[in-house]
């Protein structure tokens, strides 16, 4: 316990916070900062943005606080702070960097595809945004990468969803989500297997529909085979999309459709 004591009187931290001049509580943030105490830099450095504000220190305290929220986890308000300094000082060396930093904390902030993709539209956003104003930055390999990533987030997402309504025997709605996907991801890998369950939704529909309904639905079933072979003439499914096919001429016989 005296020892504990005794550190706690050496600690300089709680006299500065308490009653240093905001000089020296200056230059005590900028000191914690750089040996990367940002858990003591930061609640310094947050009283002086206000203080600083207008001034020649204004611009590296906001710069470090931004940095201290990044470093202690809080990418959210790390990345709110990064654009405040973007658009503060459009003309500092530092934009550029902070700009990239603010979009690199949404991507952080990006939860697994099986959560709501709110804030990995909002990266992919943000990222977007960088890319196009600094087409020419040493950063853009890296933040087209990372696009990458969200965006396979994204048609994972979509897939998964789509194959749920197909799993789950809610055929409408399959449709409605495969064709949404083959439409939003054509270059997908998982694009050959959600048009594949479209034609197999679009069978299944058919023969749980009500009578009145099935010849236009087998009809909507040839439809999509077609367009499916047309663009997967090689696929993996393409024996057994082909015995849907049959099968759905077998009907069309049945029902007598003529075109």
Same mark, same amino acid.
């Given at each position: 316990?005296?020892?504990?004591?005794?550190?706690?009187?050496?600690?300089?931290?709680?006299?500065?916070?308490?009653?240093?001049?905001?000089?020296?509580?200056?230059?005590?943030?900028?000191?914690?900062?750089?040996?990367?105490?940002?858990?003591?830099?930061?609640?310094?450095?947050?009283?002086?943005?206000?203080?600083?504000?207008?001034?020649?220190?204004?611009?590296?305290?906001?710069?470090?606080?931004?940095?201290?929220?990044?470093?202690?986890?809080?990418?959210?308000?790390?990345?709110?702070?990064?654009?405040?300094?973007?658009?503060?000082?459009?003309?500092?060396?530092?934009?550029?960097?902070?700009?990239?930093?603010?979009?690199?904390?949404?991507?952080? &902030?990006?939860?697994?595809?099986?959560?709501?993709?709110?804030?990995?539209?909002?990266?992919?956003?943000?990222?977007?945004?960088?890319?196009?104003?600094?087409?020419?930055?040493?950063?853009?390999?890296?933040?087209?990468?990372?696009?990458?990533?969200?965006?396979?987030?994204?048609?994972?997402?979509?897939?998964?969803?789509?194959? =749920?309504?197909?799993?789950?025997?809610?055929?409408?709605?399959?449709?409605?989500?495969?064709?949404?996907?083959?439409?939003?991801?054509?270059?997908?890998?998982?694009?050959?297997?959600? &048009?594949?369950?479209?034609?197999?939704?679009?069978?299944?529909?058919?023969?749980?529909?009500?009578?009145?309904?099935?010849?236009?639905?087998?009809?909507?079933?040839?439809?999509?085979?077609?367009?499916?072979?047309?663009?997967?003439? =090689?696929?993996?499914?393409?024996?057994?999309?082909?015995?849907?096919?049959? =099968?759905?001429?077998?009907?069309?016989?049945?029902?007598?459709?003529?075109?």
């Amino acid at each position: 316990m005296a020892m504990l004591l005794l550190l706690a009187a050496c600690d300089p931290y709680p006299k500065m916070v308490r009653k240093a001049s905001i000089e020296m509580k200056y230059q005590y943030a900028i000191e914690a900062y750089e040996k990367k105490e940002y858990a003591r830099a930061l609640p310094i450095l947050e009283e002086l943005i206000t203080i600083y504000r207008g001034t020649a220190n204004a611009e590296k305290v906001l710069y470090y606080y931004a940095y201290c929220n990044y470093n202690t986890g809080d990418h959210i308000l790390a990345a709110y702070h990064f654009k405040s300094f973007a658009k503060t000082y459009p003309s500092s060396p530092k934009v550029e960097e902070c700009s990239y930093m603010a979009a690199y904390c949404y991507y952080l &902030n990006s939860p697994v595809y099986s959560l709501d993709q709110a804030d990995t539209r909002l990266a992919i956003k943000e990222l977007q945004t960088f890319i196009n104003t600094y087409p020419k930055s040493t950063r853009l390999e890296e933040a087209n990468s990372i696009m990458s990533k969200l965006r396979f987030k994204l048609e994972l997402k979509a897939s998964e969803i789509a194959k =749920q309504y197909f799993n789950t025997s809610n055929y409408k709605a399959a449709i409605v989500a495969l064709a949404n996907f083959a439409k939003d991801y054509p270059d997908s890998k998982f694009v050959e297997e959600c &048009n594949f369950l479209l034609v197999k939704s679009h069978y299944l529909l058919t023969v749980n529909s009500i009578e009145v309904k099935k010849p236009e639905r087998i009809k909507s079933t040839l439809e999509s085979y077609n367009k499916f072979i047309d663009k997967f003439p =090689q696929s993996t499914y393409l024996k057994d999309a082909q015995a849907i096919y049959e =099968q759905a001429l077998r009907l069309k016989d049945k029902y007598k459709i003529t075109t």
